[in-house]
Nanobody, 129 residues
């Protein structure tokens, strides 16, 4: 079993930056990918970005491409989300997710919540205008 613990959320003004962290514990993560989803009030959980665990290839949604960067530290079993030029529409609870197995043709097409096996508790990100 893998436990994911997020940290780093908070309140920031539009145009500002935040960095989220997600540490995997329980056992050394050896899955295929880790990623971030977000859920705003009244909306469905949506894919933000992911990274293939072995090779480090990254994939992002159109809405965050060029502003958000995902990275990982395999030695620390940790994934990071650097969020720059934040907008009020980025306000949401951000969830870290981990996929133990590949449930699509490639990690690039793993964008649905049910393709991931483990989830963190979520961290609130609020961007004020």
């Amino acid at each position: 079993q893998v436990q994911l613990v997020e940290s780093g959320g908070g309140l920031v003004q539009a145009g500002g930056s935040l960095r989220l962290s997600c540490a995997a514990s329980g056992r050394t993560f050896s899955g295929v990918a880790m990623g971030w989803f977000r859920q705003a009030p009244g909306k469905e959980r949506e894919f933000v970005t992911s990274i293939s665990w072995n090779l480090g290839f990254t994939y992002s949604s159109v809405s965050v491409k060029g502003r958000f960067t995902i990275s990982r530290d395999k030695a620390k079993n940790t994934v990071y989300l650097q969020m720059n030029r934040l907008k009020p529409e980025d306000t949401a609870v951000y969830y870290c997710a981990a996929a133990a197995v590949l449930r699509a043709q490639s990690v690039a097409t793993m964008v649905a919540p049910d393709q991931f096996d483990y989830w963190g508790q979520g961290t609130q990100v609020t961007v004020s205008s």
